[in-house]
């Protein structure tokens, strides 16, 4: 008489252990998809195009794996516990492995989508084979929503702790590793809870324990993984590496000089960066002798801030800059501390991490100066800090005497990226200046200042000890030979974002 009611509740817990295994799946898969496209804009840049091609190239290849499932027709739980392995090993390796490649091949982005394309054809296999095994025991009906309800919340779930949790706490590398042992665990959990497993556990639990170790072993040496790999990419000694939800932060030192990147890209080296800060601070804030309050939107370095603070008349400096992580190394780090004078630790200082576009909608007080130092528009994220709507937005923060001074990358190697910048802030009513300096590593540089109404004057209110910036120097921005003429452009709308496309055409010669 019992019997049927112990069958009944072993089909039951099959199904709940199947079933959690979808959720499992879902949340890997989506993870090891995260991954691959924010390590590909780390590396490659353009986040948004590397995002459309990685999740493009991952559901095309699921669809892949989906359709091959059809030709699997015999034990479908030993395919699925050894698919569930080859996931764990292949998602969980995959970061690891394109950190350590990408200096060494030349055909990255073929690695790279190869790999995106593997794991995605080995979860697309997983769902269609798992609702097969389950089909003996649910309805159609059942099956197929309570298939894609576990699936949506795993990969729910998946995109909340990704950015919140997984990348500040683990960092890329540990993330794909640890899901990588998560599936693994599951194709062991899944061996010893169905007794038609038997004939093959032992084999299978040895692949298992050998592929775990592996990842264990890649998972608690991640961060000597990531500073060999970064020890390949950087000529000198990576002293300081840490991925954000926003960027990869690196810093290097040498006998002669610090410098740092994100994402890859240089920002600044300490041997010449006085040459950029003071062109992009002084030329604007000594056109202003009662200027009081001062914004920087960027420049979580604290450099521009070092400038700023040369001005006895300032009596108040915000200082908005997206990433924690950035302000708080530049506050504590002594070496650091030196080069930016200990600026963002002076009670003038108001830090603000948040997204500075949301910020300057929001914000209602007043500047007399604002100093613009976002990095430059290679993705549409930053793209939209040089746009029409951002500017438009700035007005409402300036002083009727305001000046903006904003870098606005090379007008020699990317002159349409320059004028662009120069023709978007004129199309929001400001009146332009633009001007460029000479800096060693990065070439000659673009500023451009923008005022309401025009009232720069060119004076001797220079604070004492500059090393670059004076009165001469100063006159000689201001001329622009042949080779950086303006030129015609479009004006970046958030619409169009043709900035972001003009930087990329102009400065893809010289990078990666």
């Known amino acids: ?26 949340t890997c898969g989506l993870i ?10 780390y590396l490659l840049g353009d986040s948004v195009t590397q995002f459309s091609t990685i999740i493009g190239t991952y559901l095309f290849s699921m669809g892949i794996g989906s359709w091959l499932s059809k030709y699997v027709d015999d034990n479908l739980l030993k395919w699925f516990i050894r698919i569930e392995i080859l996931v764990g090993i292949v998602g969980g390796c995959s970061s690891p492995l394109l950190f350590l490649l990408f200096e060494h091949i030349a055909s990255f982005r073929l690695v790279l989508y190869a790999l995106v394309s593997i794991t995605g054809i080995l979860v697309g296999l997983e769902i269609p084979i798992l609702m097969r095994i389950l089909k003996k025991s649910v309805s159609f009906k059942d099956l197929v929503s309570q298939v894609f309800t576990f699936d949506y919340i795993g990969a729910l779930l998946a995109s909340i702790i990704f950015p919140l949790l997984l990348v500040p706490y683990f960092g890329l590398m540990r993330t794909s590793l640890f899901f990588g042992i998560l599936n693994i665990g ?37 961060e000597r993984i990531m500073s060999y790999t970064e020890t390949l990419a950087f000529q000198d000694n990576v002293i300081y590496s840490k991925s954000t939800p926003y960027q990869r932060i690196v810093l290097t030192k040498n006998r002669r000089e610090l410098k740092l990147f994100l994402n890859g890209n240089l920002q600044f080296s300490s041997a010449d960066e006085y040459r950029y800060h003071e062109a992009l601070v002084h030329p604007g804030l000594q056109a202003l002798p009662h200027a009081k309050s001062v914004l920087i939107l960027g420049g979580g370095d604290g450099l521009a801030a070092r400038e700023v603070l040369k001005y006895s008349n300032i009596e108040r400096i915000t200082l908005v800059d997206l990433d924690p992580a950035m302000t708080s190394i530049f506050k504590k780090n002594e070496m650091l501390l030196a080069l930016n004078k200990r600026s963002l ?9 948040s997204d500075a576009f949301n910020w300057v909608r929001a914000n209602k007080q007043l500047y007399d100066f604002v100093i613009i130092d976002f990095p430059d528009p290679s993705n549409y994220s930053i793209g939209k ?4 709507r951002f500017y438009e937005e700035l007005h409402h923060l300036l002083t009727d005497d305001a000046i903006v001074a904003i870098q606005s990358t090379s007008p020699l190697i990317a002159k349409k990226s320059y004028w662009c910048i120069n023709h978007t802030l004129a199309a929001t009513g400001f009146i332009t200046l633009p001007y460029h300096v000479y800096v060693p590593s990065f070439g000659e540089w673009g500023y451009v ?13 220079l604070p004492s000890g500059l090393r670059f910036v004076n009165v001469t120097s100063m006159k000689n921005m201001f001329l622009f030979p042949p080779d950086m003429d303006e030129v015609q452009t479009d004006v970046n709308r958030l619409n169009n974002q043709v900035l972001v496309n003009y930087f990329e055409d102009e400065w893809a010669p010289y990078i990666h």
């Open 449 to 461: 200042m923008g005022m309401k109404k025009y009232n720069w004057k060119h004076t001797d209110n």
């Open 1 to 26: 008489m019992d019997k049927p009611g112990v069958a009944e509740k072993i089909l039951q817990q099959r199904q709940r252990i199947l079933l959690f295994s979808v959720f499992v799946i879902a």
């Open 186 to 222: 599951v194709a062991a959990f899944l061996l010893y809870q169905f007794q038609e497993t038997v004939r093959y556990r032992k084999l299978y639990i040895s692949i298992i324990m050998g592929s775990i170790v592996v990842l264990l072993v890649g998972f608690v040496y991640a």
């Open 385 to 388: 800090l040089y746009s029409t």
């Open 345 to 353: 630790l002076s009670p003038k200082v108001t830090i603000i991490n």
């Open 32 to 41: 090891y998809e995260l991954i691959a496209g924010t390590l590909a804009s």
